[in-house]
């Protein structure tokens, strides 16, 4: 099995609507990441957690939120999707920096369209 | 902030053929540098991560350097096969993990 998985792996949605996508990792680690990619883009990051009380902002917060529902699942929301949403979304997670390095491990990533 | 570039934006070359890649970074206090592969619509596939102390990384036909103090990494990748047709994308761990844009590799058979 997948240590870092996403569900679902696909959703088309209409202009207005709520969606969740969810993210579940087994590895043990403590940071969970979500971020956004967009054609000819690098990824862009959207909100990151250090534990499950310790959520934050990452670089394109806007119309988005999250949830970390416990250590091993981080799920995020589109409260009012709208067409320019549409990307591939992908979780990552890490363990804490240990000495200063640390690597991030990737989920198989989301595709949202926004219709 | 942390800005990756990658330069050419899109390559071809033959099949058979070495080549490189260049991935540049702006800010060298670095904790590690990442090369991922992806391909069209699918996720990341991790090929070699280097860390701030090492120099270079190697994978089959695949080696990676790193000079933090000029802010670059190149990708060399041996013998070209069409099947290494994809992005290549860098990624510098400073604070936060900061991703190039890619390079659209294609090998022509």
């Known amino acids: 099995d997948a240590d870092v998985t996403q569900t679902p792996r696909n959703r088309i949605t209409k202009t207005g609507k709520r969606i969740m996508l969810e993210c579940s990792q087994t590895?043990?680690?403590?940071?969970m990441y979500w971020y956004r990619q967009d054609p000819g883009l690098g990824l862009r990051l959207i909100y990151y957690?250090?534990?499950?009380?310790?959520?934050n902002k990452g670089e394109i917060s806007d119309g988005y939120s999250v949830s970390r529902q416990a250590q091993a699942k981080f799920s995020l929301s589109l409260e009012s999707a709208i067409p320019n949403q549409t990307a591939l979304y992908f979780c990552?997670?890490?363990?804490?920096?240990?000495?200063?390095?640390?690597?991030?491990?990737f989920g198989p990533g989301t595709r949202l369209t926004v219709t | 902030k942390q800005e990756v570039t990658q330069i050419p934006a899109a390559l071809s070359v033959p099949e058979g053929e070495n080549l490189v890649l260049n991935c540049s970074f702006t800010?060298?206090?670095?904790?590690?540098l990442q090369w991922f592969r992806q391909d069209p619509g699918k996720g990341l596939t991790s090929l070699l991560l280097i860390q701030s102390s090492q120099r270079e990384q190697t994978s089959g036909r695949l080696n990676a350097s790193l000079d933090k103090s000029s802010g670059r990494s190149t990708l060399y990748i041996a013998a070209s096969q069409p099947g290494d047709s994809a992005t290549y994308l860098c990624a510098v761990y400073g604070e936060k993990l900061t991703f190039g844009t890619g390079t659209r590799l294609t090998i022509i058979p």
């Open positions: 590895k043990g680690h403590d940071r």
């Open positions: 957690s250090f534990d499950v009380k310790d959520i």
């Open positions: 990552a997670t890490s363990d804490s920096h240990r000495g200063g390095s640390y690597e991030q491990y």
């Open positions: 800010d060298s206090a670095i904790y590690n």
